[in-house]
């Protein structure tokens, strides 16, 4: 900066440097975000707007929903011997993993059946091709079926092999698929099965593979224009928060033409995103929520199946990490750029220590060639016993933020808890938790999802009130600070816009 010769110079230059100190974050220490997050937006999650799904056909049978098939005739329900890697019996009184074939949606009729193990349904090469096995790594044609659900009870299916006859059990250990002709689906008929839906997945692969190639881009195009405007965000400065941070998947990287079923045009919502928040004064974190192969194996992450399969090679984690450099290039020179979250939610064990710490050593190096004062969010793997587990790495990085996030719920131990209580274990036990990895030598701290909703039934507004009230005074203390999980959602308590508006929540 120029030297100031009089009172008059030095005066401009004091307010053009307050000016620079107010825009970067890390040369003003005291200023801490008040966030929410912008969920279901450019990530899908079905719970938050579940009308997104109302136009696919068929779609009971999205990827990943989780079937189990009783046999009317056994009396028994059908599963992958071992796990996977042989037959298919049907012997078993009860269903639980190896009983569950997770769907692969080919289209709106045709299926693949994944098994515990991972290996797919499909014909055997024993004896004359007609048993049933999991043993194929990769689905193929003969591991493609089609489900046939009877007209009076839905519940009913037959299963349709590739070669054009149905599945039946034959006895409790033989499976075949040489059932042919029509059914009355009677208790007599070996091709008719009871099924249960044992699991959903409603996420950004099901959603845009459930529309197809055809659909999902209009639909998709039209959330992303409608879901998150400009409005928002004004709404959003005007009510005491003063960033968003906006969970990604890692198919932006791609845009406009994304590996399929994912389709283009999350980038230009994004970029839409910055410029609403420079016009409105709001502070960005870019969160890569969904990473490749899914980092937790849930639906936000925008897992296929269910399966966890980030992290596993060093191609995977290089891919995740060109993800971030595309993304800081990208917004390094926004004034609105805050942070970049390298990943959200890693679960242990799957993605283990090792492959997170490497991650995030090399994510942040990604940031760091292209901006040198955005904060670089790491963060917590779930399921981890150690909070502090990431701190010799992010200890030893400048600009480094630990990412934690604090739920009263997904655990028995709040289902029976009372309003009360509620509120004295964050004031107890929350605040030791945020204590614990707030450090004043350490990464700073994030509480990066928290949410006024709680397992309690028929509560009060005050109730809500005062549980909203103690978290905020408890997450106020996290010295980078906080987002609300999330601004919209058709359930209320979750979506702060509805809070704000009703007057559960002030700020």
Known sequence: MAMCSTRQLLTTCVVVALSFYLSHGRENPSFKIKAVNLGGWLVTEGWIKPSLFDGITNKDFLDGTGLQFKSVTVGKYLCAEAGGGNIIVANRTSASGWETFSLWRINATNFNFRVFNKQFVGFGTNGNGIEIVAVSSTPGRSETF?????????SRVRIKASNGFFLQAKTEELVTADYAGESKWGDDDPSVFVMTIAGRLQGEFQVTNGYGPELAPGVMTDHWRTFIVEDDFKFISQNGINAVRIPVGWWIASDPTP???????????????????QNHGLKVVIDLHAAPGSQNGWEHSSSRDGSQEWGQTDANIQQTVDVI??????????????????????????????????????????????SSTAYVVMSNRLSSDDPRELFPLASGLTGSVIDVHYYNLFSDVFNSMSVQQNIDFINTNRSADLSFVTTSNGPLSFVGEWVAEWA???????????FA?????????????????????????WSLEWMIKNGYIKL
């Open 325 to 370: 450099d595309f993304l800081a290039a990208r917004y390094a020179k926004s004034p609105s750029l805050y942070a970049v979250e390298l990943i959200n939610e890693p679960r242990a064990p799957g993605a283990s220590l090792d492959s997170v710490a490497r991650y995030y050593k090399a994510g942040y190096d990604a940031v760091r060639k292209h």
């Open 146 to 154: 089609e489900i046939v659900r009877s007209s009076n009870d839905s």
């Open 456 to 466: 309690i039934q028929g509560a009060t507004k005050e109730d809500y009130q005062r």
């Open 259 to 277: 590996p399929q079923p994912y389709v283009g045009g999350s980038l230009r919502a994004l970029d839409n995103a910055f410029v609403w928040a």
């Open 469 to 493: 009230k103690a978290q905020l005074r408890v997450f106020g203390r996290a010295s980078f600070g906080w987002a609300y999980w999330t601004l919209k959602n058709v359930n209320n308590h």
